[in-house]
């Protein structure tokens, strides 16, 4: 299954997000889909402050847009951004977890839609949103890297991660580029990160 | 015919089953709709109903009328919020207004109305500019159900501050509360918003073009479907359209490789503010 990595935070996530982002090598050839919890009418400066320290392509996701390799998708305010075969979708049901874009909508899909190839990534937040999606993408056989609660800026949201989901590794926020680099260098998910997918 | 065993496959394959006995026995057809949403809905209506399985939930679906109902209601409304995204309403107001102004009889038609939120806000911005009286408002939606709901003009009261905000933040200069009033935790917005609005049935999946417009919303509709159905909505949108006339589509919606690409231009750059410029 073609992998896709999806990246949940909330507080402090954007400050995480430029640190994990500028560590990202220019050659890194996954897609990359995040969800930064904010206000309803905040589109300007997301994409633009991420970009600056990016090296890879950042944009907000249009409806329908395919889902390009080595491009950084992020999910517009008030949507929630969804991952099926063809290409990203946006809904406007409403909030999930109280957050619209919901992290744990697009894991849900990522999981659904790309099985043992989905790569979610809890960082820094307030709140629960991303547990159960983190936990989605366990059952199906992906993989999940949580930014270490007690060093990340809020570490409700990652340790709510760690407490529903079995997750891969709880790794300090400079270590996570580093890890998905190995993991795309590898071309798959290393045998003894490999979970069985088992019965649904 | 291939065989499969895979688990992702069989869910697909489970969805397409539903979707495909509810098409053939009620005449909905969803199976162009977009598949990660639909999912989402269908996984939480059978929760609700305490379904265990997408098959059971297609077993009592064909036979119970009333479980039907209620999953036609889950799977197509999509609630929005009254003047979402506020600057795509203040341009409305201050570009397009002052040109339909010179038009003596406007047609505007609310495609995907749901439970009314973009037509009253709508209704609201053309009551304020004078031009209400002047015009002829259609709102559909498949669901007749939501039709009429969105004809009461009744909103939980709990959602008015929210309105009120975007509404200020779209221009608006009056107190919001001069257009309802508040019995039992309900907003009952003024009646006179809805006085020139048609209400009614209809479905841009199979339903065909019922008038032609100078203006037609449909924000945030198309997310709902694959590319294939908003290419044939599209269509139907521009094949009943006037020339000159205004689409108006979501703020993360675009006209960008649709059929009629460059029968468009952006009228309003970043609102998805379109006019028809060739047939």
């Known amino acids: 299954m073609a992998s896709l990595v999806v990246i949940g935070c909330s507080l402090g996530g954007l400050d995480a997000l430029r640190v994990l982002l500028a560590a990202m090598p220019a050659e890194f050839p996954w897609p990359i889909a995040i969800v930064q919890h904010r206000g309803k009418n905040d589109d300007r400066l997301l994409v633009p402050l991420l970009q600056e320290v990016c090296a890879l392509p950042v944009g907000e996701v249009e409806d329908k847009q395919p889902i390009a390799l080595g491009h950084i998708f992020v999910a517009p305010a008030d949507y929630h951004l969804l991952v099926e075969p063809a290409g990203f979708a946006l809904s406007i049901d409403p909030p999930v977890s109280y957050s619209r874009p919901s992290i744990d909508v697009l894991f849900e899909s990522a999981a659904a839609s790309r099985r043992t190839g989905a790569v979610g990534v809890i960082l820094t937040g307030t709140g629960e949103d991303g547990a159960a999606g983190a936990a989605a993408i366990k059952r199906r056989g992906g993989l999940v890297l949580v930014q270490d609660p007690s060093t990340a800026t809020a570490g409700a949201m990652p340790g709510a991660a760690i407490a529903a989901a079995p997750v891969d590794r709880v790794l300090q926020l400079e270590a996570i580029a580093p890890a998905l680099a190995e993991l795309a260098r590898e071309g798959r998910l290393p045998e003894a990160l490999r979970d069985d997918p088992g019965p649904k | ?279």
């Open chain 2, 1 to 279: 015919m291939t065989s499969t065993n895979d688990p992702a496959d069989l869910d697909s394959l489970e969805l397409g089953l539903l979707l495909e006995g509810l098409h053939r026995r009620h005449g909905f057809d969803l199976r162009d709709y977009s598949r990660a949403s639909l999912s989402r809905r269908i996984e939480r209506f059978k929760q609700q109903e305490g379904i265990a399985s997408t098959l059971g939930l297609l077993e009592r679906a064909l036979r119970e009328g009333d479980l039907w109902e209620r999953l036609l209601r889950e799977l197509t409304i999509h609630t929005t919020s009254m003047f979402r995204d506020p600057t795509f309403f203040l341009a409305f107001r201050e570009k397009v207004v002052p040109l339909i102004r010179t038009y003596p009889f406007i047609r505007i038609w609310v495609a995907g109305c749901s439970t009314g939120e973009e037509l009253y806000s709508t209704a609201i911005i053309l009551h304020e500019e004078g031009l209400l009286d002047r015009c002829r408002l259609y709102a559909t939606d498949l669901n007749e159900e939501v039709v009429s709901q969105a004809k009461t003009g009744v909103f939980p009261v709990s959602s008015m501050k929210e309105s009120t905000g975007s509404y200020q933040a779209a221009g608006g200069q009056r107190p919001f509360s001069e257009y309802y009033t508040v019995r039992d935790e309900l907003a009952i917005l003024s009646p006179a918003l809805s006085r020139t609005t048609i209400f009614a049935a209809h479905n841009l999946v199979s339903d065909a073009s019922f008038n032609e417009f100078q203006m037609i919303f449909i924000r945030n509709v198309m997310i709902y479907f694959n590319r294939s159905l908003q290419d044939r909505v599209l269509r139907l949108v521009h094949g009943s359209l006037c020339r000159l006339g205004f689409v108006c589509l979501g703020r993360r919606e675009s006209m960008r490789f649709s059929p009629h690409e460059e029968c468009y231009e952006e009228f309003v750059p970043g609102e998805k503010l379109y006019r028809k410029v060739r047939e």
